[in-house]
């Protein structure tokens, strides 16, 4: 199986959307975030032609980002999993992988600083993050013998500017 982990586009500025009221989780992501994000999912599809399943953590700006790539890949259903959303151990995103049997490749929309200690435990099997993801920004693992933290394969990581570069 091949993961695909990216983090959400640039969203809404913290402090300014705390002044709605509304709760942090309803923060969307800006006009720009949502431009960006289409182009480079342009160039995501170029090195990624295929998705099996998209998940995404519950918060709106994350959501909003999975709509983005399910859009480009074709209308691809976008699944919500809890075990995304900011605060989950890498356990709990590992345990929900482990349930998707029968995917070639999986795509997670999340958040930092989570994403970046899940990746880099599913690398090297250590709870030492050395991997921090920016809005936008993706990488691709394998994991060429089961689903194991320690085990995958970095494929590549792509900031978010690479990637809208791709896209052309």
């Known amino acids: 199986m091949k993961l ?17 009221g509304e709760p942090d989780e309803s923060r969307p992501l800006t006009d720009i975030g949502r431009k960006k994000m289409r182009k480079a999912t342009r160039g995501l599809h170029g090195v990624v032609p295929q998705i099996d399943l998209l998940a995404t953590s519950p918060l709106i700006r994350a959501a909003e980002t999975a709509r983005i790539i399910g859009d480009a890949y074709g ?6 999993a809890q075990e995304l959303a900011p605060g989950h151990a890498p356990e709990s995103v590992l345990s929900w992988l482990k349930t998707q049997k029968g995917h070639d490749t999986v795509a997670v929309v999340g958040h930092e600083p989570d994403l970046g200690h899940l990746v880099s ?6 709870k030492q993050p050395f991997i921090e993801l920016k809005k936008g920004a993706a990488c691709l693992i394998e994991f060429p013998n089961g689903i194991v933290q320690g085990k995958a394969i970095l494929i590549w990581a ?8 791709l896209g052309g």
């Open 75 to 80: 209308g691809l259903t976008v699944a919500e």
């Open 4 to 20: 695909l982990i990216l983090r959400h586009a640039p969203a809404e500025d913290r402090e300014i959307f705390a002044t709605t």
């Open 158 to 165: 792509l900031a978010p500017s690479q990637l809208r570069a």
């Open 121 to 126: 435990w599913l690398l090297s099997g250590k």
